[in-house]
């Protein structure tokens, strides 16, 4: 096999069947044009240590940039013989260059330096484009909020009416959780910045290459400190899929709530009907496929962090073939990502709010109940004490189907003396939301003041 990057000490070829298991180029061949810039910077390397004439430099930089646009225009394709991306392009190099200059690039490097590199190289192109995505969902998250600067809602625990929130609150809430996502990613990139080329197989080159300067030619900070870590390594990319599953994580976590204010039960929603979906047999069918494939797909986003930290786990040193189980994960997480973000944005973004409907049921199930056991603490009763007397005044109206505001004075005094008739002045969901007005709080004032944090903070991040 002309293409093998080994076999001289073999009698014979590899088998079929390890052939067909062995090979990766259905997976690692988006790895390419990495790949190719990893041999650029390879060959200024040799080049500078003297293993490459400035002709021969020349020659082979040339020769990388016809691959480079033969592999892009798909006229260079992996061939069935080839194992992986690394030989398949080898082999594309010495069909241009001939084999006189091509096989000179291979000194000094190994498959196991390389492919630590080129995965550490699309992670980061990619986290790029996910951080993007994010910083769009999170403008559709606080545009909604825009929009609604002073709709009420039923704020929740436990999935029950606890106390009303402002609508724009609750979905900055989302917001801040994905802004934290992308602050994660941005940290990532701080430990993906490193290069392992150079390293060889494990222990290193003995023809005195620069790999500070390899690293530099591909954008990353610093060459890796052990060649034994830079080769064995794959936390970098565990911990991109952890961020990947976390991404999935809370964006299941708004899917959940846009599935159940999309039902008629809630009707707190409608979905734009290009981000929703029909049914092939009820006509008059109107679901919410976006947010359900959302919930779907962090489960698979979290199979590929699991699976990947159960290749990794007990691992010996330095490079096992097992490493390369690392890539179908990590590469389906940015998949999946990056096919999601963008549909899972325009749902947010066109969603449409029944803000009288919120208001409606903000008040619904005496949410306004701490309200006015807070009223009477700010009297100087005992919380111990504010609490029982609410207690006995909620129990009151429940017995009657009223509301808190409807029991008349002589009830309230009834329950306690402490239950004036100007406690009714805090039986209102906007003067509940607006007197919570501490920092963080849904007060109208402080939402205001988080929602210029937080598109600030994404902005700047
Ligand atoms: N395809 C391998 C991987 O993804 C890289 C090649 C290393 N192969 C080897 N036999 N050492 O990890």
Known sequence: NEGALWGARFASGPSPELARLSKSTHFDWQLAPYDLAGSRAHARALAAAGYL???????????????????????????ESDEDVHGALEAALIGIVGPELGGKLRAGRSRNDQIATLVRLYLKDHAAVIGQQLVHLVDALASQADAHRTAVMPGRTHLQHAQPVLLAHHLLAHGWALSRDLERLLDWTKRADVSPYGGGALAGSTLGLDAASVARDLGLAAPAENSIDGTASRDVVAEFAFVAAMIGIDLSRIAEEVILWNTREFGFVTLDDGYSTGSSIMPQKKNPDIAELARGKSGRLIGNLTGLLATLKALPLAYNRDLQEDKEPVFDSVETLEVLLPAFTGMIATLEFHTDRM???????????????????????????????TGALVRYAEERGLGLDAVDDAALAAISPHLTPDVREVLTVEGSVASRDGIGGTAPTRVDEQFARLTDRVRHL
């Open 53 to 79: 004439s400035d002709d021969e430099l020349g020659a082979m930089l040339a020769g990388l940039d016809t691959l480079e646009a033969r592999v892009a225009s798909g006229e260079v394709v992996a061939a």
């Open 359 to 389: 208001a409606e049921l903000a008040p619904a199930g005496f949410s306004l109940a701490t309200d006015v056991a807070e009223w009477l603490v700010k009297r100087h009763v005992p919380f111990r004490d504010a609490h029982e007397i």
